[in-house]
Each structure stands twice: as structure tokens, then as C-alpha cells.
């Protein structure tokens, strides 16, 4: 006798349960109007408050030239994988240029942030070896630290005490390495990390530090070189270029020997095709743009410190945002989900994030400001935020 459901019986019932529970997902497209922060949704002119294009690169003149400019002259597709024949002189060339900027002495490409997290960190540490992350990472840092076999333990948010107990504890066991995970703007609250304390840590307990700088890259840190690349000490520093770079992929910067290690051994590099050559021509020309950039970030830290300063004078709570994204605190996930709607019949298009991306009845709606958001498109969300205040 089986126990098993006929055919696709599953499919069914768990669509089904997610429907019951409001949690059913569903794709939404809508196109961006380039040089705006405009997006063109079922037919409206929505302003967008979810992308992370934050310095509005992805539809930038310098950096479609050189993907184009590179697509002419290597074609479409790298054609295979790294290790085989996909590595053309300009995944090298913009590798040597990553480890110069970002001042390591190495840099290897990855195919998107995902993938780096998820392909590194089972080169990296394994069944003998200890995790420790912190509880607001990255779904693709923890998806990594599963399928490393590691022994994963969560560390509370940004609780270096706790952190410190768990690398106190460790001692009690063999561990062959210990490995700490922590991202440096966290993506769903926007409050950094502190890689002075960390940094400190790690030498006390001869630790592995792995630090995800996905939401600082462009943005934030000297000439906008995000927050990892003042702690040399960091054994894995990784980037992505979906974000601000405005284009897709990702990086880790590291020493010599850790890339070797990782071109022999991390299956999310070794077993892909290459990025194609149109990609590496949008990311070759962002680092180059995005060092000069300093106006553009100034501006866009206005922008984000008039829209926290109107929202908390509304009584919004903000938790401890410090950067471009910022969490408006709603709680009870219905509510989260009414407020993204309302929103959006005001012309603002912003997500709630609910469970299971956050605990539960912690419920945001989060807003994301890019370079491309005037002021009078943050005195439109300000004004619907009022009238959803005032219903
Ligand atoms: C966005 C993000 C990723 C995933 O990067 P992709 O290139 O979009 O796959 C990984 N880590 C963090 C912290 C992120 O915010």
C-alpha cells in the first residue's frame, strides 16, 4: 500500500494551502522607462520603489556601449564554462581589474550573487566544519551553508556577543574550520554590519570571515567601493553586479590561493557557462563609471535622508535603516500587503515582505530609493503614505 499522492495531486494542494493563506505568489511584469524611476505596469505609469538598480546604471549610455561594443566583437555567448573554453581575455581582464579596485590580491567572476553564495561556500568548508551566521543573511548564504553539510548555527542578528558565545562553544569540538558569514548592508533592513568587531573575532578564534557586500557596492564606502574593501582581513569579500552595477553577475575578492581553490573545487563556478561577453562590458564599463560617481551618491543620500525624516515626522517606524533601503515597520502581514496596494493606486510601487522572508507578524513594506528618484517623486509616495495615514 502507497502512501504516495497520484500525479501532480501535490502540486495542487500546496497551491492550494499558500491560496488559503493569502501567500500565493504570483509574477508581475512591468517595463522600466529608461533615465527614470518610472516603470510603465499593466498599462499605469508606476514611480518604482523596489529596484536596486541605485544608481540607475542598468539603462546608463557608457555601459550599453560596451555591452554592445563587447557583444560585436565576442558574440552573444561565451560558449562554455570557464575551465573548458569560456574564458576569454576579457573575463580575465576584468577579474585583474576587480582585484586592483577592490585592493586584493585576487578576483574571480560568478554568474550571479546566488550562485557565488551558493557555489563557494561547499568549496570552502565541509562536513567537519563549523557555520556561523547571522540571522538576517541572504537566502542564498544560508542556501551555500546547507549544501556545504557544515554544522550551521544562526547567530541573533548582529549580536556579537551571541556570536562570540557560539565561537566560545566551539572550542568544545574539533571543528577543522570555522566559518562566519555576515552581509554588510542587510537586504531586508538596510543597518550594517560591524567588520571592526568581526574582523576582530575572526583573529581571535582563527575563524574564516565571509561578507556579502551586495547592497553597499555603488552606493556606500570611498568612492562608493561598498564597506568590505577596508578589511583585508576578510577571507571572502563578495559583490554583485545586479544591483547598482546595473548589470548581472557576481565577484568574490580573495587571495591568490583561495581562487585557485575555488576554480578547482566550487561546483557554482566550475559546472556553468560563462557570463557572456555582453555582461562583462556592462560590468567593465560600471567600475569604471562608478568611482566618479561621488554627485550622484551625495544626491541620492538627500534623498534618502529628507524621505526617512518626513516618514518618521508621519510616525512611521523605520527600525534602524542606514542606507537606500528602508523597511517601513507594519507588523501584521495583511496590513503590509493592504499598504503596498494602496500605494499603488497612489502611482508607488512598493513590496511587502512577508513570512518567510521575515519572522512572523514582523511583516515591512520595503522602499528602496535609487539616483533616479527627484524630489517631487519622494513628495508623491510621502503624500500617499499621508493619505493611507488619514483613511
Ligand atoms: C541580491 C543578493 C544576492 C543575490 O545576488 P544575485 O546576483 O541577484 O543572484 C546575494 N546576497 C545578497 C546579500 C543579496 O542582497
Same mark, same amino acid.
Given at each position: 500500500m502507497t502512501h504516495r499522492s497520484s500525479d501532480n495531486e501535490f502540486i495542487r494542494l500546496e497551491l492550494q494551502e499558500r491560496e488559503a493563506k493569502g501567500r500565493l505568489r504570483e509574477l508581475q511584469s512591468a517595463d522600466p522607462i529608461p533615465g527614470t524611476a518610472k516603470v510603465i505596469k499593466s498599462g499605469r505609469t508606476l514611480l518604482n520603489f523596489c529596484s536596486n538598480d541605485y544608481l540607475g546604471l542598468s539603462t546608463h549610455p557608457f555601459l550599453l556601449e560596451r555591452s554592445i561594443d563587447f557583444s560585436r566583437r565576442f558574440g552573444t555567448g561565451s560558449g562554455a564554462?570557464?575551465?573548458?573554453?569560456?574564458?576569454? =581575455?576579457? $573575463? %580575465? %581582464?576584468?577579474? &585583474?581589474?576587480?582585484?586592483?579596485? @577592490?585592493?586584493?590580491?585576487?578576483?574571480?567572476?560568478?554568474?550571479?550573487? @546566488?550562485?557565488?553564495?551558493?557555489?563557494?561556500?561547499?568549496?570552502?568548508?565541509?562536513?567537519?566544519?563549523?557555520?556561523?551566521?547571522?540571522?538576517k543573511c541572504h537566502n =542564498?548564504?544560508?542556501?551555500?551553508?546547507?549544501?556545504?553539510r557544515a554544522t550551521v548555527q544562526r547567530y541573533? $542578528?548582529?549580536?556579537? &556577543? $551571541?556570536?562570540? &558565545?557560539?565561537? &566560545?562553544?566551539?572550542?568544545?569540538?574539533?571543528?577543522?574550520?570555522? +566559518?562566519?558569514i555576515t552581509e554588510t548592508i542587510f537586504s531586508m533592513d538596510g543597518d550594517r554590519n560591524d567588520l571592526e568587531q568581526l574582523t576582530h573575532l575572526k583573529k581571535e578564534f582563527n575563524s574564516l570571515l565571509y561578507s556579502d557586500d551586495a547592497h553597499a557596492l555603488g552606493v556606500i564606502g570611498e568612492r562608493g567601493l561598498g564597506l568590505n574593501v577596508a578589511y583585508p582581513a576578510i577571507d571572502l569579500s563578495i559583490g554583485t553586479f545586479g544591483k547598482s552595477f546595473g548589470a548581472f553577475g557576481a565577484f568574490?575578492? +580573495?587571495?591568490?590561493?583561495?581562487?585557485?581553490?575555488?576554480?578547482?573545487? =566550487?561546483?557554482?563556478?566550475?559546472?556553468?557557462?560563462?557570463?557572456?561577453?555582453?555582461?562583462?562590458g556592462a560590468i567593465d564599463a560600471a567600475l569604471e563609471l562608478i568611482p566618479t560617481l561621488n554627485d550622484l551618491r551625495e544626491k541620492l543620500y538627500t534623498q534618502i535622508s529628507y524621505l526617512k525624516s518626513e516618514l518618521i515626522a508621519l510616525g512611521f517606524d523605520l527600525g534602524e535603516s542606514n542606507a537606500q533601503i528602508i523597511p517601513v515597520l507594519v507588523g501584521e502581514e495583511k496590513r503590509a500587503l493592504e499598504l503596498s496596494r494602496f500605494l499603488e493606486t497612489q502611482g508607488c510601487w512598493a513590496t511587502a515582505i512577508r513570512p518567510p522572508t521575515v519572522e512572523q507578524g514582523k511583516s515591512i513594506l520595503r522602499l528602496t530609493l535609487t539616483a533616479h528618484h527627484s524630489r517631487s517623486n519622494i513628495d508623491q509616495l510621502l503624500s500617499a503614505?499621508?493619505?493611507w495615514k488619514n483613511r
Open positions: 564554462s570557464r575551465l573548458v573554453s569560456g574564458t576569454y =581575455s576579457i $573575463h %580575465e %581582464e576584468l577579474e &585583474e581589474k576587480l582585484a586592483n579596485v @577592490f585592493k586584493r590580491e585576487a578576483a574571480l567572476l560568478f554568474n550571479s550573487g @546566488f550562485q557565488a553564495n551558493t557555489g563557494i561556500l561547499p568549496a570552502v568548508v565541509n562536513r567537519n566544519s563549523l557555520i556561523l551566521i547571522d540571522k =542564498s548564504l544560508l542556501q551555500g551553508a546547507i549544501l556545504s541573533r $542578528h548582529n549580536d556579537y &556577543e $551571541h556570536l562570540k &558565545e557560539l565561537l &566560545e562553544d566551539s572550542n568544545k569540538k574539533t571543528y577543522n574550520r570555522i +566559518c562566519i568574490a575578492a +580573495c587571495s591568490q590561493q583561495m581562487k585557485s581553490l575555488l576554480i578547482n573545487t =566550487s561546483p557554482g563556478f566550475i559546472y556553468t557557462t560563462a557570463l557572456p561577453p555582453g555582461v562583462i503614505f499621508k493619505q
